[in-house]
Structures are given as C-alpha cells and as structure tokens.
C-alpha cells in the first residue's frame, strides 16, 4: 500500500475538511449580497484580530506580491529603507527595493541569529529610513525577531513605518500592531492560516494611509492601495474580481482560531507542539539551526548528522509518508526545514515525527527507534 504524503513543508500547510469544502461551493457572483456580507465580515474580523486602526486588504495573490504592496505604498524613488535580514525572505526584500530604485541599507544576520534591536536603533539614527523591513519569522533560518523590542525602540522614529513580513509567522505567532507599534502587517494564506495557497491578508494603519496619500500617484496599478480601499469598505464594489472560494475558506480558517480562543491561544498551542518538536528533534540527534533564545514555533529547521545524504533522506522520508523542505542558501544539502503551523494537531506531528525517525534509520544514523515520538509525547503532556 502507497503511504499518505502529508505535507509537513513551511507552507502550503496542511487544509483541514472544513477549510477545503469551502474551495468545492457553488460559485456567487462577487455582488451577491451574501457574498458581500461573507467578505465585509471577514474583513472586519481580521482587522479586530490585529486591531488595526486603519484598513484591512484581503487580495488575490502570494506573499511576495504583499511585500511589494507594503514598499509601493510608502515609498517613492530616491527613499531610504533599511532591511533586517534574518535570511532568504528577508534578502528579498532588498530586490524588491532595488527593482525600485530605493536607496537600500540591510543589517543581515549570521543564519540561526537575529540583528540585535540596539543595532537597528544604531542604523536609524546613523540616516532618515523611510520604512524599516522585519520578517518575523524568516522560513529559511527558522528564526523569530523579536518584534515586541524591535517595536519599543521603534518609537523613538516616528517618521520610519515599520513593515512587518507576517507570511510565516501571522495566525501561529502572537502579533498585535498597536502593541508591537507595526504599521504594515501582511501574510499569505498558506501558512499559518491553513488554507489553500492564493490570497494574501495586509493590514495597514492610520499612519501607512496618510503616508500613501502623500505619495500622490505611485507606479503601481494592481496594488495601490488607494484603489482597493473602496472595496474594502464596501464590497460590493468592483475593482479586480475576489477569490470568492479563498475567501470563504479563509473565513472558515478565522472561525476555526476564534473557536480556538483567538490568536493568543493559538500561539501558546503553537509553542508547546513546538518546543516538544525541537526538543524531539535534537534528541535523535539532529541540531536545530535557530539559537534557543529565537526559535520560530511554526517551524524547525534540522541540520543533519554527518553522513547524511540530503536528497537521499527526503527521497526516504516521502516513502515514509510526509514531505519536508530542504534547505535553502548556506545550508542548501545541509538540513531540511519542517513546518508545524496551522491547523495540525498531536496525531499529524507525532506521525511527521515518526517518518523522521524512520528516515533517519534508513539513513543508518538512528538505531534504536521511538525517541523523538517518545520525548514529543512526554513533553506536550508535561506542558
Ligand atoms: C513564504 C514566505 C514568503 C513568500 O510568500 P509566497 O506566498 O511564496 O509569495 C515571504 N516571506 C516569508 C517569511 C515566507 O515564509
């Protein structure tokens, strides 16, 4: 019998029955008022889920189209942004910027590390940055900023907008904008929020409005905010077509967190599975690649024992019944990068855990099985 392939990669995540039915309804027309009242719902929802002040954007597209979003509409040509790196998504950032003809800066950190805040307060008072780019978790290191530090000394530029790139972090880590002073916030949802890939969700506040106004006409055309605020307060008006299915299903996605308790307790769900997964992990004998005092909880990122052959383990670890991500850059070969957002639960990780044991042991690198499952186990029931 062929195993299932459960999708354990940092995104798409796995899509839950409930979240999946929404994809196969019968089609409205975007005006139907039932729609409407579906998405004007929806919108308000996230907005109150990050208690946004200003305007909440649910559109077709992927993350990276948000990121070009939030510098398009607070920048112009010949403006100063400075880049926090913390890896691969974060460096690309600096593309997006140069392909816009800003003047880019970028503070990188080694990989598994984070840009210490008193460097970024360092850089901010050194020059005048238009906006500040920080991924909260960067998918390539699996290492989480620390926002909430970033976000207080922040204060002390009120003339910089800080852009928070939520795509691998939003609806798993906690995020608040008037807590963590962001002005942009944005993610796609494919993540966190368990659904099919196709949408992105940006918010941005009161500041990031007045910012885009001044702006005047930007060269952007699909992401202008200002054409899709219309919308967004009412959509029953039409400026591109919605994702009708996507957004039905992202909307059964925040039924599903707000039957959690919120946000809030998703995250703390999220940090109990996953510091008993990168406990489990390091104890057969793989190194998480993030320092302990920065590890995501929506994903681990192992570094393999040595002898192990890269392609090989993942070749054995999909005939064991999941899929996981290689790595990228500096640790292309050298690991592989295991997501644990969104809607899964015990069963899902304990089972993605096995089939690591298993490929290892394939791998000849684990001999007696059953550790990483055991300690799992032990510890979320000890949480
Ligand atoms: C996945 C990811 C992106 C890119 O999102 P796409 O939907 O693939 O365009 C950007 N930033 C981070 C942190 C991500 O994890």
Redesign the pocket.
């Known amino acids: 019998m062929e195993s299932k392939k459960m999708v354990m990669i ?2 798409p995540t796995p899509v839950v029955e409930s979240v999946r039915m929404q994809m196969g309804r019968e089609i409205q027309a975007f005006g139907d008022p039932r729609f409407v009242k579906d998405f004007k719902g929806l919108i308000d929802d996230l907005g109150e889920m990050m208690d946004c002040d200003g305007k909440t954007f649910v559109v077709a597209g ?4 948000a ?1 070009e979003m939030a510098i398009a509409n607070t920048t112009k040509r010949g403006d100063r942004v400075l880049v926090v790196s913390h890896g691969f ?1 974060g460096d ?1 950032f600096i593309d997006i910027c140069n392909a816009k003809g800003l003047e880019t800066d970028t503070l990188q950190s080694e990989w598994g590390k984070t840009v210490p805040a008193a460097d970024i307060e360092a850089a901010l008072n050194s020059k005048d940055y238009a906006v500040i780019t920080v ?1 909260h ?3 390539s290191t699996g290492v989480a900023a620390d926002l909430r530090a970033i976000g207080e000394m922040i204060k002390k530029f009120p003339k910089t907008l800080f852009i928070v ?1 939520g ?2 972090s939003t609806a798993g880590h906690y995020e608040n904008m008037p807590e963590m002073n962001i002005d942009i916030l944005f993610t ?1 949802s ?2 966190a929020f368990g659904v099919c ?1 196709g949408l992105f969700v940006l918010w941005a506040n009161q500041k990031v409005l007045e910012r885009r106004k001044s702006l005047g006409t930007i060269p952007e055309y699909y992401i202008d905010m200002e054409r899709w605020m219309p919308v967004m307060d009412d959509p029953v008006k039409y400026f591109a077509t919605p994702a009708i299915n996507l957004i039905w299903a992202l909307k059964e996605s925040v039924r599903l967190i707000e039957a959690e308790g919120g946000i809030k307790a998703r995250y703390e769900r999220h940090l109990r599975h996953a510091r008993a997964i990168q406990s489990a992990l390091e104890a057969i004998g793989l190194t998480v690649l993030a320092d302990k005092g920065c590890r995501a909880v929506t994903l681990s990122n192992a570094l393999y024992p040595d002898g192990v052959v890269d392609l090989e383990f993942r070749k054995a670890i999909i005939e064991e019944g999941i899929i996981v991500a290689g790595g990228l850059g500096p640790y292309a070969g050298k690991m592989f990068r295991m997501g644990h957002m969104g809607n899964i639960d015990a069963n899902d990780i304990s089972a993605a855990l096995s089939s690591v044991e298993r490929a290892l042991h394939r791998a000849g690198k684990l001999e007696k099985l059953g550790a990483a499952v055991g300690t799992y186990l032990t510890e979320i029931a000890a949480r």
């Open positions: 940092p995104g992927t993350g990276t189209l990121m998504f690309r991924s978790v960067d998918t790139d795509v691998c796609g494919q993540k890939p």
